[in-house]
């Protein structure tokens, strides 16, 4: 069984970039405004919290379970032209040195 594998690495810095563009371009339900702070929440599953001040002035607390971030890194991928297989299996984790890991798995047989 052959396995393909793309891996991105980010750093905190760029996910934050990248959830601040999601976020902005109102890809999120319910929820729209501009991304004031990250921090992240747990390591395993993923998870951060976000704060967002709402076009009402409003700070509204906000957490992004892995679901999300996978919705939000797709985004990036489509914006960047980044090849993305649909039928690849899609995980968020941090590693052991502090950098968030996007894998995307698809196993064929040959």
Same mark, same amino acid.
């Given at each position: 069984m052959a396995i393909e594998i793309r891996r991105l690495i980010l750093n905190e810095e760029?996910?934050?970039q990248i959830c601040a563009e999601y976020i902005a371009? +109102?890809?999120?339900?319910? /929820?729209? +405004?501009t991304?004031?702070? /990250?921090?992240?929440?747990?390591d395993d599953p993923f998870e951060i919290s976000l704060r967002v001040h709402s076009a009402e002035g409003q700070q509204i607390p906000f957490t992004m379970g892995e679901t999300q971030l996978v919705a939000a890194l797709l985004s990036f991928c489509a914006r960047k032209n980044i090849p993305i297989s649909r039928s690849s299996k899609k995980t968020v984790k941090k590693?052991?040195?502090?950098?968030?890991?996007f894998d995307m798995v698809m196993q064929s047989s040959v």
């Open positions: 760029e996910l934050t371009d +109102g890809d999120v339900d319910g /929820l729209n +405004g991304m004031m702070d /990250l921090k992240i929440v747990k590693n052991d040195k502090g950098m968030i890991i």
